[in-house]
């Protein structure tokens, strides 16, 4: 059986395409952290600022995982707002531009890994 995801909320998105849509929607309307649990019990999350993304991909509740990184990027940026109103900055260098970040959720949804052209800090 093929990997499946849910937003928190419990949308379930019909194809990749479209959670990406929702995940873009959600992003427009100020809602700038958004997580999807899959039917393995994968956790993906999308923290982002509109311009720069932390993309975390957690194998399970416990799992402190790993985050898609730019390396070599300077600078830090602001404007990461968390659900629950928490404003965070992170390195640049520990997240990616948002069009990097939505094509890495496309392809995990699609194919349950990330493009093999990305590079990813191990948090575990």
């Not at 995990?108 to 800090?121: K, N, V, Y």
């Amino acid at each position: 059986m093929a990997e499946s995801w849910s937003f928190s909320d419990g949308t379930v998105p019909a194809s990749p395409a479209a959670a990406l849509a929702v995940l873009r929607e959600r992003i427009d309307a100020g809602q700038l952290e958004t997580w999807l649990t899959s039917s393995r019990g994968r956790s993906l999350a999308v923290i982002t600022n509109a311009k720069r993304a932390m993309v975390m991909l957690l194998d399970d509740e416990s799992d402190p995982g790993e985050h898609a990184v730019t390396p070599g990027a300077a600078g830090r940026s602001k404007g990461f707002i968390l659900a629950n109103g928490q404003h965070d900055e992170y390195l640049d260098e520990d997240t990616v531009p948002l069009p990097d970040a939505l094509r890495i959720v496309d392809q995990i949804l699609a194919e349950g890994t990330p493009p093999g052209d990305t590079t990813w800090s191990v948090d575990r």
